[in-house]
């Protein structure tokens, strides 16, 4: 054998042989992922794969369950109600991450960048929308929205604008979808701009200060600088959006209980009413499992669309 390849031999660590088994170290192991285990296959996996068996069967909870194959999701694709929920939920991802995100960056840019004495009482305020609970939040937004007594109909007797005053936001199947959505995304945004301004204010100040000693203005250290370095917090927010959306209930629920007709009717919402209403608890757990894996997967695309980005560079 060479001098070399002795030498690397006897190197601690290098040798071929392997170390006896540690009993007591692998036992030490299986206790302690033990618990974390036992409750991902009772809390996670189990009910997932109940969710699948389940919704391929007819059941109302009394009786046993009979296996149908794939004919709930047949009938929920022919279900009007259904595919306006498809549609509804859709759309709202597609205008949260449009909307809401934007908004967001746009507020936690601002409050990071430009801080003065009312950022932090700011901060609390667009938070506290995020705090209430989605019963109150309805209601406020009821209270807004209501005809004749509202807030905005009795704004616009004050100042004789009967044309706004004769609106019925809630009642208007093509404005109860936008008038839901205003409130929700007062509610929802205060979340995004507190995780923003976090990502935002860990980016070094000598960046910032490099930034203006080559002139750059304040939207051109947005554009150029922040919105790279907070990318992968815009994604996360994304993927929060979107996951959100598909399981849409209480607002639309408590606001129109998803009229009028279908107007404001979401995935959430035709699964209470398959599930709680009419006692079918197939389809409505077929309906969980289209929720799990549109879920699923927006969430696989945008880790994906992260990855090639991170190829590219």
Known sequence: MPENAKAYSIIPGRSKKKKPLDWNVLIFKIVLLAPAVLFLVVFMYYPIEETFRLSMTRSTGLGPAVFIGLQNYIRLFQNEEFLMGLKNVLQWAFWSVVIQIPLAFFIAFSLSIFKNKITKPLRVIYYLANVLPSAITAML?????????????????????????????????NLAFWSIFAIATWAYCGFYIIYLMANIEQIPQDIRESAELDGATPWQYAWYIVIPMTSYALRIVSILCIVGSMKLFDLPWLMTTGGPGYATSTLGIVLYKNGFVNWQYGRAAAIGVIIFLLSLFFTILQFSLQRKDRDVL
Do not use: E
């Open 141 to 173: 937004g009821r209270f807004v929205f209501a005809p004749r007594h509202g807030v905005i109909p009795s704004l616009a007797n004050k100042f004789n604008w009967q044309w706004l005053a004769r609106i019925d936001f809630l009642g208007n199947p």
